[in-house]
């Protein structure tokens, strides 16, 4: 009876944890303003990013870059079964403590003529040069993907969060 108890009491922790605390770091709070930013093409690229995309692209992924003036934001939707896909930026804004950046996946329309080879859809933004740790809020992103848990990640019930 002691031992059930014991259970209980650590699976209500846990639980007030999860709900109370999350697995995020409240970062995403209130917005001060909107940022402006560019969408960069692969040929604007810094060199050392261009490489560090192309060795990512595969499976779905978020960086951030800085160089001497610009902050690069970087995210992508890994493989993707065919081509006509695009990703939209509906909002990149500032909070108390940090940059949001709200990515959107937009597949093929139907009936329009997708490329038949995988492709590997990305999105760069350029914005201002800030410290500030960037929060990624991404939509359609696909469930469920075998991936790798990648290096430094922690599981919070079934999802995999990497904790930076």
């Known amino acids: 009876m002691k031992r ?3 259970w209980g009491a650590c699976l209500l922790l846990m639980l007030a944890a999860a709900v109370l605390g999350g697995c995020g770091s409240g970062q995403d ?10 969408v960069v093409g692969e040929n604007q690229l810094p060199q050392e990013l261009k490489t560090m ?5 595969a499976d779905p992924f978020k960086l951030t870059y800085m160089n001497d003036q610009n902050l690069f934001i970087v995210v992508g939707y890994g493989s993707q079964p065919t081509g006509g896909y695009s ?6 804004y500032l909070t108390d403590n940090a940059i949001v ?6 597949g093929p329309e139907k009936g329009e003529k ?20 960037v929060v990624f809020k991404l939509e359609n992103m696909r469930p469920f993907q075998a991936v790798r848990q990648p290096e430094g990640a922690r599981v919070c019930g079934a999802s995999v969060f990497l904790c930076r």
């Open 101 to 106: 950046i709200r990515t959107d996946l937009l």
């Open 53 to 57: 995309v192309e060795e990512k692209k």
């Open 29 to 38: 709070e209130n917005k001060v303003r909107d940022l402006s930013f560019t």
């Open 114 to 133: 997708a490329g038949q080879d995988t492709s590997y859809p990305y999105v760069v933004v350029m914005t201002e040069l800030r410290d500030q740790p």
């Open 87 to 92: 990703i939209t930026v509906p909002e990149l």
């Open 4 to 6: 059930l108890k014991f």
